[in-house]
């Protein structure tokens, strides 16, 4: 008789959480595996993590003065633009690399046993490496442009974390359903190009109204600017640019506290969902 694989996972939560350290060196091992095959044999190699971003963020300048949008009125409008497109590009591409990367690696997962948390979470990391590269290239737009940033650029860490957080909680969520559900490869893609015009990176929150018009009487118990806050991704950008643009209305605090409350929602809800379908990737994939 052929004898049998059988992939069994830690028996208690808490060997769980622990096999995650002790496969660590997969962890590195996956990120930097990730970093390799991204630029391999391309012309440009990691420029492309700046080039993405820039050639967006030109594309949406111009649209901005062709419209006729003034920004925030107090910087240029290429770092106007470009704060925004920093967290959005490392979120935007953090969701699409975490929601491919079990089914990337099939052959692994089905052939032996690791916390498949590490997966995403690997890929969530390479994304990372992609902001720090263009966050360097912000510096230099910023000295093109003799711009100072406000003594609220200390306070930029705090959003990166959660742009992180925002993408780790949304990253497991796809990654999950894709698995099971494959038509996901198609939804993510539409996500991802309609985020970034419901996301405010051609104005600011604080030019959304706090009330609906008079003719909308059924809607005037709700604040449109903090259902338009409920998006985490709102309150990130908004913080990012207060961080490095500066100015009193660039932070919604209402919002800001949504922002909050929605990452650690993602997160929590994002890591349920894994470990409750966790068991089956191994026979599905």
């Known amino acids: 008789m052929g004898q049998r694989l059988i992939i069994e996972a830690g028996r208690t939560e808490r060997q769980y959480w622990r096999d995650l350290w002790r496969y660590r060196e997969l962890f590195a091992f996956l990120a930097w595996r990730d970093l390799l095959i991204r630029y391999k044999q391309t012309a440009v190699g990691v420029a492309w993590a700046v080039l993405r971003p820039f050639l967006t963020m030109l594309a949406l300048t111009l649209v901005m003065v062709v419209s006729k949008l003034q920004g925030d009125g107090q910087s240029p409008l290429p770092l106007f633009v470009f704060c925004a497109m920093l967290p959005w590009q490392f979120f935007s591409t953090a969701l699409s690399e975490s929601g491919t990367s079990l089914i990337t690696n099939s052959n692994l997962i089905s052939k032996v046993y690791f916390p498949r948390l590490v997966v995403p979470a690997s890929s969530i990391i390479t994304s990372f490496v992609d902001f720090l590269i263009a966050a360097v290239f912000m510096v230099f737009l910023m000295v093109w442009y003799r711009f100072l940033p406000p003594m609220t650029v200390w306070v930029l860490p705090f959003f990166v974390v959660m742009?992180?957080?925002?993408?780790?909680?949304?990253?497991?969520?796809?990654?999950?359903?894709?698995?099971?559900?494959?038509?996901?490869?198609?939804?993510?893609?539409?996500?991802?190009?309609?985020?970034?015009?419901?996301?405010?990176?051609?104005?600011?929150?604080?030019?959304?109204?706090?009330?609906?018009?008079?003719?909308?009487?059924?809607?005037?118990?709700?604040?449109?600017?903090?259902?338009?806050?409920?998006?985490?991704?709102?309150?990130?950008?908004?913080?990012?640019?207060w961080c490095l643009l500066g100015g009193p209305n660039l932070l919604y605090w209402p919002g800001q506290m949504a922002s909050v409350a929605g990452v650690v929602i993602l997160i929590t809800t994002g890591l349920w969902y894994f470990r409750k379908t966790e068991r089956s990737f191994a026979d599905i994939i």
Do not use: C
């Open 163 to 241: 742009t992180f957080g925002a993408s780790f909680g949304v990253g497991l969520w796809i990654a999950a359903l894709m698995v099971k559900y494959r038509d996901f490869r198609f939804v993510v893609p539409f996500v991802v190009q309609f985020g970034l015009y419901a996301a405010p990176v051609f104005t600011m929150t604080s030019k959304i109204p706090e009330h609906f018009p008079e003719h909308l009487q059924w809607l005037q118990s709700l604040n449109p600017r903090l259902l338009y806050s409920l998006n985490p991704v709102v309150g990130i950008i908004d913080g990012f640019r």
